[in-house]
C-alpha cells in the first residue's frame, strides 16, 4: 500500500474546505512571548518569503485534468508566500529549522488556515520584494 493519500481522501478533505465558508481552521500556535524554551532555540519575530515552490512541488497533475471543486475549493499554494518566522531551533546534528506561520486560503477564497512550518534555512528568505 502507497503511503500516499487516495482519491477519496482529496475527496473528503476538499470537501471540508469548500464547505466550510466563513470556517477558520488555526493550528495552535504559542502565544507566549518566546516560543522556545531550554537552551536549543532562539527567537525571532520577522517576516519572511517561504519557497513554496521547492518545498512543497506540483503534484504533477495537469489543472485541466482536475474537477472544478478541486481547483476552486482545494488549498492554494503561490511559487512564493509571506510568513511570519517565530524560531530557530537547533537541531542535534549542528543543523538548524525556522519555526513559521504562513497564512493560507483555497482557491476560492472561502476557507484559510495558518499552516505552522519547520523549515530548513534554504526554504526561506528575508528579502521581502520577491
Known sequence: MKNTPQKSDYYMITNLLCRSTNY?????VQAQSSPVRGNFGLSVERDVIVDVARLFPASGVRR???PLWVKSCGLRLEPSMPARQLAWIRRADGGWLA????PASSANGSSTLTMQLWLSPDGLTTN???
Open 24 to 28: 477558520q481552521l488555526t493550528m495552535p
Open 64 to 66: 485541466d485534468e482536475l
Open 99 to 102: 519555526i513559521v506561520v504562513m
Open 128 to 130: 521581502l520584494t520577491i
